[in-house]
């Protein structure tokens, strides 16, 4: 698998690649990958004639007090998962290639990003729309793909293609889950066996949610509290949120009347774990 760390290697790349008239998906990860990002990769690779994998630990994204310096990493790995998937190449460049010294080029977004994951870590998402422009400009792809684990981040991504008119297709592609429910993700290697057992609760709880939904409780309060209450349940779990949303423009909902978004974050120990699931009448 070919490992490019250098912008203008790629972009000399992906010229060739243009000449010859093919079309180009970008799959943006921040690597130790997992079979959910290889879903990603095999849906790209079935709607594209060559497939990019982005792999880089994007430090503008994560706020002071966060695991920049812990997160996984492990780019063999990732080279081989990337391989069986059948992607082109992997872009994965050093800190110091993707930002200047004295950058000081942000792209921010309000309104979307401020409740949910943005309650929180508040500057998350202006790391996270600055470094996908950067991919979106470097790469020039015609479709780019992201998952629904990351909800909001799904929401912003397309909310930012439409405003700054990127003229590229966002594709979500649904969560991948361990057997017994966790959804997957490259933080669940921070879990001691204890915890990952306690992390269970998030998909309990957001599988409570939907079956009321589905037996047909509208009243979001009376099902965040019976959500609040399940996973209160477990003594390992420390609750950040339990938002229902509107689907598209993540607002509150007193009502669930239209698409909605159920989403929690919670801490099991001191991994902060994200899940959702999607809800249309
Ligand atoms: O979802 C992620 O892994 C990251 O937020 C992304 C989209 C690759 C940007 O760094």
């Known amino acids: 698998m070919k490992i490019i760390k250098q912008i203008e290697e790629l972009r000399s790349i992906i010229r060739a690649w243009r000449k010859e008239g093919l079309t180009v998906g970008l799959v943006p990860t921040m690597g130790y990958l997992h079979e959910g990002h290889k879903s990603l990769i095999v849906k790209a690779v079935s709607e594209n004639d060559r497939v990019v994998v982005s792999d880089f630990v994007n430090p503008t994204q994560f706020g002071v007090n966060e695991d920049l310096s812990s997160y996984p990493r492990d780019i063999e790995r990732d ?100 057997k017994d429910g966790l959804a997957m993700s490259s933080r669940n290697t921070y879990l001691n066996t204890e915890e990952r057992k306690a992390a269970l609760i998030l998909h309990k709880s957001l599988m409570l949610g939907e079956k009321m939904m589905k037996a047909g409780e509208r009243d979001a309060e009376i099902i965040k509290a019976a959500m609040v209450k399940n996973m209160e349940t477990e003594p390992l779990a420390r609750i950040d949120y339990v938002e229902i949303v509107d689907a598209e423009t993540l607002e509150n909902v007193v009502k669930i009347e239209k698409p909605v978004l159920t989403a929690t974050a919670v801490y099991i120990g001191k991994t902060r774990l994200i899940d959702n699931f999607g809800f249309e009448l």
């Open 79 to 178: 080279a081989a998962l990337c391989q069986e998937a059948g992607a082109s190449l992997i872009f994965h460049p050093e800190p110091e290639e993707m930002y200047f010294r004295d950058n000081c080029t942000f792209v921010d977004m309000d309104g979307l990003t401020k409740g949910l994951c943005g309650m929180t870590r508040p500057t998350h998402f202006r790391g996270v729309c600055t470094v996908v422009s950067k991919l979106f400009h470097i790469v020039t792809p015609d479709k780019a793909y992201f998952g629904e684990k990351d909800a909001q981040q799904l929401a912003v991504i397309r909310r930012m293609v439409r405003d700054l008119n990127f003229g590229i297709t966002i594709v979500g592609c649904p969560i991948v889950r361990e």
